[in-house]
């Protein structure tokens, strides 16, 4: 009872302070509550959205659910949703629905890239007969392919899975999605552009590759060659690109030193050459592979070269039977996730654990450090 007689009294003398005050002080505080709570109310709506937006952007490099090698990379890019390929077999849709759902909140991806046409990359936008594929799954606005593949050899047929890609790829064009290639994107034709501005400061720009309208015999060089910036930091993403194409990814495009790198091709004897090397020198090297699968990657020829250039390189799935304890496939360093944040700079981390290729047991009993 005393605590309310003493509030009513604070009450009535505040009240008789305002009456008491000149006209021109309480029509300044009254702007200056105004303006404080309008103040608010931009910077929680506009400004610390639009800081959330730019703040952070992250790369997942995935496991596949399997012990095959194969590329699934999804991006978080201010509140788009980006997912570059889909491999490694028909089986893996169910194991990349069920991670990137914990990041896609409308049940949409804003772009989808399917870099080239090989099993490990475009089976999982696919699916399985009795299961979800990707384009089964997902609403997709934008997706972005291949100019040129490869028919069956010595055959001007497709072969049946690049059939059924393109098969799903065509419905949800009917559902709504645009589909441009990658050629189209870098001469900016029937809508659609060069680079994709995804928030302040974020970019995402499709490469000139070379073999996007010029034949080659190896479809890896068909692949989509794609840059994503984040202020001044840079990550690049090539596919499956082979020697050639890399070469002519440095002839005609402006590249420069990159934060990240996915390693091209697994990790393979024939990919990430120093012809490009020399040019990103790369910070990171994430390697989207089965060590241990019938391909032995990541070669030592890889190694020799990207070691080169840095040691912070990383690989997502054990395959090799001699380290699962009798399972298809463990965990490497398990799903790496890349985050380029405004606060923190470039980091890693990995949902296994975040231990150096260079220092993992496998490396010490099956590959040797290059000398310099």
């Avoid at 291949?146 to 559902?175: G, M």
């Avoid at 490009?276 to 020829?301: N, T, W, Y």
């Avoid at 080169?308 to 790496?336: K, S």
């Avoid at 985050?339 to 047991?361: F, H, R, W, Y």
Wanted: proline share 2%; with cysteine; aromatic share 12%.
């Amino acid at each position: 009872m005393a605590k309310r007689s003493y509030n009513k009294k604070v009450a009535k003398q505040t009240a008789k302070a305002i009456r008491r005050a000149p006209k021109w002080v309480v029509v300044l505080a009254i702007i200056l509550v105004i303006a404080i709570a309008g103040g608010y109310f931009v910077y929680d709506r506009y400004f610390k959205k639009k800081q959330d937006a730019v703040g952070e952007l992250s790369f997942h490099f995935l496991m596949l659910g399997n012990g095959s090698s194969g590329d699934s990379i999804y991006i978080k890019a201010g509140e788009n949703d980006i997912l570059i390929d889909a491999g490694s077999t028909k089986a893996s849709a169910q194991t990349i629905i069920e991670y990137v759902d914990e990041y896609v909140e409308d049940n949409k991806l804003e772009y989808v890239i399917a870099t080239h046409q090989d099993e490990d990359h475009i089976a999982g936008f696919i699916g399985l007969s009795n299961k979800e594929g990707i384009f089964d799954h997902y609403k997709v606005d934008t997706i972005i392919d291949f100019p040129k593949y490869n028919p069956k050899q010595n055959s001007t047929e497709i072969t049946a899975l690049l059939q059924e890609y393109f098969d799903v790829r065509q419905q949800e064009i009917n559902d709504g999605a645009t589909w441009y290639t990658a050629l189209q994107c870098y001469n900016e034709e029937n809508g659609a552009k060069r680079v994709y501005n995804l928030a302040e400061s974020v970019n995402m720009e499709i490469l000139y590759n070379y073999y996007y309208d010029h034949a080659h015999g190896d479809q890896n060089n068909y692949s989509v060659c794609v840059q994503f910036t984040h202020g001044e930091e840079k990550f690049l993403f090539t596919g499956d690109l082979e020697e050639a194409g890399e070469s002519k990814l440095v002839e005609y495009n402006s590249l420069s030193k990159v934060q990240l790198f996915k390693a091209g091709h697994h990790g393979s004897a024939t990919s990430s050459n120093t012809v490009l090397l020399d040019v990103i020198d790369p910070e990171i090297c994430v390697v989207s592979c089965a060590i241990g699968d019938k391909h032995d990657f990541p070669r030592q020829e890889f190694i020799n070269r990207i070691f080169a250039y840095t040691l912070n390189v990383y690989v997502t799935t054990m395959a090799n039977d001699e380290y699962t304890n009798g399972a298809d496939f463990i965990a490497m360093n398990g799903n790496i996730v890349v985050t380029s944040s405004a606060e923190n700079g470039i980091t890693v981390s990995c949902s296994n654990n975040s231990t150096l290729l260079k220092d993992t047991l496998w490396f010490s009993e099956n590959r040797v450090m290059p000398t310099v």
